[in-house]
């Protein structure tokens, strides 16, 4: 009973007394809530900022890759064991060879340094979403024999070659264009030295929504690699994707012990380490702007308080002329720390998950694609973040009610009746 009076008390201060008081406890609820929901929302942004990051890298690549390691050129000569073994381990659901090489390419309008990714379109399929982002021309390296003049092959059979969407803009090339790819095989830096020319024609062309793989990758068979870049039958190494991305850490040990010498298995937050160590180190400052704003908030609901503290000094000897005690007196200013960081809180979750839903839908905030590798900024609200940020603003609202409630439970109850 005692607790719903004192509760009671606790919301009458808050919404009465005098004009500058309400003024102050309202504009304090209004700041904290701003807070609360400023801090979701970005903390919403960066979560969907690395998981369009996560999805299109590893849509594009893998969840985890296995290369040669011990040898004297790094090339993997025995992928089809690997692939076979890897298989055998439970939640490993795909693998798939690969070759990356850096050469130069050739359109009709212009010419560029790229990398070559040499990939087992049936095996790919396993492994990554290549297949599905295909935007022109088909997911495929078969030439339709009406494609066009062979003549610059000089009558020799020719392989079909997919580029991504932004490699080809740059290129200039479409559907059925014939493509030259460039490779110097020949490594004695002899003035004679010719580079080896592969002549392609584009049968696809893909977006994996990663501008850096958009703008920079081409996409050949595996035998075609193999046979531009003199390489043999040796492939860079194989992709696997496993049940899910997280377990890609802990699965790397096992699969390592599985393969036994002679190779390195990569899990993909440590083969993008970089990025994503940034995109961590991110998320922390933003935590840390967010202790900020929450101690600033603080500070107002202390000195909104005192205010109230001050103001209701006939009130609080009042009410303990009639047998309210000391600790019933700090438990009603207590009390409006709390209501103050619930409100805020609740305000500022709703404003939060308002705005999110407005961006998701509506994609206000766009980004410039090449620099932030997406066209716009996704928000995805976590509800650990959420709590996590809740919990926070109701601790600091809470000690921030404590110095204001011994305050007024020390006022002197005679002086007080007196005024």
């Excluded at 009076?5 to 904290?32: C, D, H, N, P």
């Excluded at 699969?255 to 002679?262: A, D, F, T, V």
């Excluded at 935590?287 to 909104?304: E, G, H, K, N, P």
Aim: proline letters at 4%; one cysteine or more.
């Amino acid at each position: 009973m005692a607790y719903n009076f004192e509760l009671f008390i606790a919301r009458r201060y808050l919404r009465s007394g005098k004009y500058f008081t309400s003024m102050s406890s309202m504009i304090t609820m209004i700041g904290v809530g701003i807070g609360v929901g400023a801090v979701c929302l970005f903390l919403a942004a960066h979560n969907g900022f690395e998981r369009e990051i996560r999805t299109r890298i590893l849509g594009a690549t893998s969840h985890i890759t296995i290369f040669a390691v011990g040898t004297e050129d790094s090339f993997m000569r025995d992928s089809d064991s690997v692939m076979a073994l890897s298989l055998t381990i439970p939640d490993v659901l795909g693998a798939a060879p690969f070759i990356y090489y850096k050469t130069g390419i050739q359109s009709r309008s212009t010419g560029d340094g790229i990398v070559v990714r040499g990939i087992d379109l049936d095996l790919e399929a396993t492994t990554g979403s290549l297949k599905d982002g295909i935007t022109r021309g088909e997911y495929s390296f078969t030439v339709p024999p009406s494609s066009g003049d062979d003549s610059a092959s000089k009558g020799k059979p020719i392989d079909g070659i997919m580029l991504g969407v932004d490699l080809a803009d740059r290129l200039g090339a479409g559907i059925g264009d014939p493509i030259i790819l460039y490779s110097i095989t020949d490594r004695s830096l002899s003035p004679t030295a010719m580079p080896k020319k592969g002549f392609f024609r584009v049968t696809g062309i893909c977006r994996t929504g990663f501008v850096e793989y958009d703008a920079q990758l081409a996409y050949l068979s595996i035998p075609a690699a193999q046979k531009l870049f003199n390489l043999g039958d040796v492939v860079t190494g194989v992709h696997l994707k496993v049940a899910n991305i997280f377990d890609a850490e802990t699965m790397a040990p096992i699969i390592q012990e599985k393969l036994g010498y002679g190779y390195d298995v990569v899990p993909w937050n440590k083969l993008y380490a970089n990025l994503f160590t940034w995109v961590n180190l991110e998320k922390l400052v933003i935590y840390l702007v967010f202790s900020l704003m929450i101690i600033i908030a603080a500070f107002s609901v202390i000195s909104t308080l005192v205010m109230t503290a001050l103001e209701k000094r006939s009130e609080i000897a009042a009410l303990k002329t009639i047998g309210l005690t000391s600790s019933s007196i700090r438990k009603i200013f207590v009390y409006n720390g709390l209501i103050v960081g619930i409100v805020g809180t609740l305000s500022g979750w709703a404003l939060a998950l308002a705005l999110t839903w407005v961006q998701n839908t509506f994609h206000v905030l766009e980004l410039p694609a090449d620099v932030y590798f997406i066209s716009y900024l996704p928000f995805n609200p976590h509800l650990a973040d959420f709590l996590y940020i809740g919990a926070g603003t109701m601790l600091m609202t809470f000690l921030a009610g404590i110095y204001p409630a011994y305050t007024a439970a020390r006022q002197p109850v005679i002086e007080a009746l007196r005024r």
